[in-house]
């Protein structure tokens, strides 16, 4: 078993750097990533949302619809957690209270 | 060749790290080992796409300087911060791996409770015992 995961996470590794070898350099200002959109973002923000953290303005009006699902996620976690941890009561001691 | 190095291993590095995590996922037999190994995983892929924003020369952090420049739009030299979107999506990914790392442990403990050990091969034996 462990021999078998091994060669998986060696093959994988195997083909992971394997694709490094076309990504651009790093820290390459003319890297796909920094050329397309982003600049957009860069230019426009303080123009849009007055805010001079683009971080902040991307995030919370740019994207607000996906942080508000991400506040969604958070309370997801946090009530399942609560459920399945709390102290389960009996039913009879329950409606006595 | 030093250069082709240079470059480049930082790649390597987050391929190193992203194997480690696989192989403490599947070869581990502790539900806790394997939890460590997921986060392993996740933070290496984060690495990966924070990464990807540096810009070489002279690049800071993404907060625009001059607030002057609030009605035009083309004062901004892109080539001065570095790109701002890896970091936001990276947040949204650090906030999934902490709802699911709360999740996993969560889980973890009712198994504890259930089955007095954390160990997965003690535990299939506990089930099929019934």
Excluded at chain 1, 30 to 42: E, F, I, K, R
Excluded at chain 1, 56 to 84: H, K, N, P, Q, W
């Amino acid at each position: 078993m462990k021999f078998l995961s091994l060669i998986t996470v060696l093959l994988v590794g195997v083909a992971l750097v394997y694709g490094t070898l076309g990504m651009p350099r790093w820290g390459d200002p003319n890297s796909p990533a920094a050329t397309h959109v982003s600049p957009y973002y860069l230019e426009h923000s303080m123009h849009d949302t007055a805010t001079p953290n683009v971080v902040t303005s991307v995030l919370a009006d740019y994207r607000g619809y996906d942080t508000l699902g991400e506040t969604s996620v958070i309370f997801t976690a946090g009530m399942s957690c609560i459920l399945l941890l709390r102290k389960r009561r009996k039913h009879k001691e329950e409606d006595h209270v | 060749m030093f250069d082709y190095i240079i470059s480049y291993y930082n790649y390597w590095m987050y391929a190193g790290l992203m194997m480690i995590g696989f192989y403490g996922m599947m070869a581990k037999r502790n539900l806790i080992k394997k939890i460590i190994g997921m986060n392993v995983f996740q933070s290496s892929i984060i690495f990966f796409y924070i990464s990807s924003s540096v810009k070489r020369g002279g690049v800071t952090v993404p907060i625009i300087k001059h607030v002057a420049g609030a009605h035009g739009s083309h004062g901004v030299d892109v080539m001065q911060y570095a790109n701002p979107l890896p970091h936001v999506l990276m947040l949204t990914a650090i906030v999934v791996m902490v709802a699911t790392l709360g999740v996993a442990l969560a889980v973890a403990i009712l198994i504890y409770r259930r089955y007095h050990t954390l160990e997965e091969d003690e535990i299939i034996l506990c089930m099929r015992k019934g």
